[in-house]
């Protein structure tokens, strides 16, 4: 299994893996929340993003190429279609991306959180791998061990995209 390991501090909103080639990021100069959310869900349906949410901090995020048995607290599972090319990217540039057309994924900032796989079909594990009531704590926002896992496992056929942003509170 092929590991890398990223840290990616994030405003409170939500983190996300999509394939550059295939997310279209643009929803609107004033976009809403709600259209927001419907927008991931939409591309997620596409193959193209799969979006969880999160709290602020300093994510220490593992994304393993490859099935993982680690456990965690809590994880969900969603289809994933790629042209080979995998990133892992923030709220931040999602909505920059959503507001202003110009502005395409990767943001310069994010070109080493790109890793490139094999093109096709992925069964993708989205694990939190700490408790959600200490999301705030110091214990949490200081740990140097990964907070999420995100496992992408090859699959020879489609695989069922999740119809929400997991965890996604507060919006």
């Known amino acids: 299994m092929t590991e890398h390991v990223f840290t990616v501090p994030a405003d409170y909103g939500c983190l996300a893996i999509l394939d ?5 990021g643009f929803v609107s100069e004033d976009w ?3 259209g927001l959310k419907k927008h991931f869900i939409n591309q997620n349906k596409n193959g ?3 979006s969880w949410g ?3 901090g300093n994510w220490i995020i593992k994304l393993a190429i490859g099935p993982s048995n ?3 607290y809590r994880s ?3 289809g994933f279609k790629t042209n080979g090319k ?3 990217t923030t709220y931040e540039s999602l909505t920059m991306a959503a507001q202003f057309e ?3 994924l990767p943001e310069a900032h994010e070109i080493k959180q790109v890793v490139e796989v094999q093109p096709g079909n992925y069964k993708v594990t989205v694990t939190q791998l700490f408790h959600t009531d200490q999301a705030e704590s110091d214990e949490v926002f200081n740990q140097k061990t990964p907070h999420y896992l995100v496992s992408l496992e090859p699959a020879n056929e489609e695989v069922d995209p999740v119809m929400e942003v997991p965890w996604f509170e507060g919006y």
């Open 76 to 78: 969900f599972v969603s």
């Open 54 to 56: 999160c709290s602020y």
């Open 20 to 24: 550059p080639e295939k997310y279209v």
């Open 32 to 34: 809403a929340i709600e």
């Open 70 to 72: 680690d456990a965690g």
């Open 48 to 50: 193209s993003l799969i």
């Open 86 to 88: 995998v990133l892992l």
């Open 102 to 104: 110009d502005v395409t």
